[in-house]
């Protein structure tokens, strides 16, 4: 998949190493670059880690770029366990905790691989095998 685009003229593009898409870039209705992610992956092509910059579309500026990171564990598991996340604010220093998910009690059944879990849609790289019991925010 090389370009998502939605009848609101918003559109991600993809940037691939390999099989794996290494970035995406995202951009607005006014075809404005609004965020560009960057994937990092694990021997076993797991998505480890999802980094963002948040682009300040007003002035489409660099220096205004705020920062988003996920990290996903799978502590030798085929499913993911936790995914925190950290923000950085304009003219700070350091990413604080955000959000985190925990995922309990998977079961064997086979996970329909929902794209939401790891937006924009990473197709190549599975988080859940199967689909957990307990997930806790």
Not at 13 to 37: M, R, T, V
Request: aromatic share 14%.
């Amino acid at each position: 998949m090389n370009q998502i685009s939605s009848n609101a003229r918003l559109q991600v593009k993809f940037y691939y190493e390999g099989s794996l898409p290494s970035k995406s870039e995202e951009y607005d209705h006014k075809n404005c670059l609004a965020i560009i992610h960057y994937y990092t992956y694990n021997l076993s092509g797991q998505l480890v880690e999802l980094f963002d910059h948040i682009v300040d579309t007003y002035d489409n500026s660099t220096e205004s770029f705020s920062y988003v990171k996920h990290e996903c564990e799978y502590n030798g598991q085929p499913n993911v366990q936790p995914i925190n996340s950290f923000r950085q604010k304009k003219a700070e220093s350091d990413f604080t905790p955000w959000l985190s998910y925990h995922y309990e009690g998977y079961d064997n059944k086979k996970n329909p691989h929902i794209a939401q879990i790891h937006y924009p849609f990473v197709v190549q790289s599975v988080t859940q095998v199967n689909n957990p019991v307990k997930s806790l925010l």
